[in-house]
Structure formats: C-alpha cells, structure tokens
C-alpha cells in the first residue's frame, strides 16, 4: 500500500502531474492490463527490494518508484511507434538516474513534499519496468510468428 500513500497534498499532486504526463505520452502503447500489471509488478518488486536491501528504511511512501517503472515500459513500448521519443524518454530517465545516483535527491523536490526522496526506489521501479517492458515485447513479437 506504500504506492498509494502520500506524505501530502503536494506529494501527491506532483505523483498525479507525473502519471497524466506518461499517460499522455505511452497511454496508449501500454493496454489497461498493462498498466495493472506493470503497477503491481513495479510496487512488489520496489516492495522487497527496499525491504530487503535497506532494512534501515523505517517508511516509504509515494508513488514516485512506480511511475519510473511505468516510464521505462512505456518508453520500451514507445519504441517501435516513435523511437526518436522513446529514446528521448529512456535517455532522460537514465540521465536521472545516474544523477540521483551521483549527487543525491532534489533537496529543493524533498522540501517541497516534505520529507526524503527515496532515490533507490526510482532506481528499483526503472529496473522493474526495463524487465517488464522487454518481457512485453517478447511476448508480442512470438504473437506475430
């Protein structure tokens, strides 16, 4: 349940702008199953990641992980339509990523929702939706044969 909780209204806007964007840009590369199942995957997989590898980690909300997995996905299923904005999008989340690895979280993002950024868990959630978007693509191209 730790997606669908929020530190507050801001947190919560700024996950909702984020989900209208990507619904914008990948919604109808990715079908409502996908969507689903991307979400539940996304969640369980961010779910003991973090609970495995940071037993230090007292809470964590948001849906901030999650949406990372769903961008990833979405920029795999972008692909085969528009591959310049899926590498565009793909490109732009791995460039986060790393800078998020490298200099830490938004101080000024972390301020705003008030309270931490968890930066594993955008790494997690992307990882998550790279496995989930690649098996994705797999499974159509053997539909086609």
Sequence with gaps: TAH???LGAMHAGLNAIALAM????VGRHLSARAWLGLWLFASLVISVALWTGMPSLERYV???GVLHGIATAGGIALFSHQRLESSLLLGGIAAKLV????VGPSTATAGLIGGNIITEAHLVGA???LLYGLVAVRLRARRKL
């Design 99 to 102: 800078g998020e690895q490298l």
């Design 127 to 129: 990882v998550a939706g």
């Design 62 to 64: 948001g849906a901030s």
């Design 4 to 6: 669908w909780v929020h």
């Design 22 to 25: 990507l619904a914008a840009l």
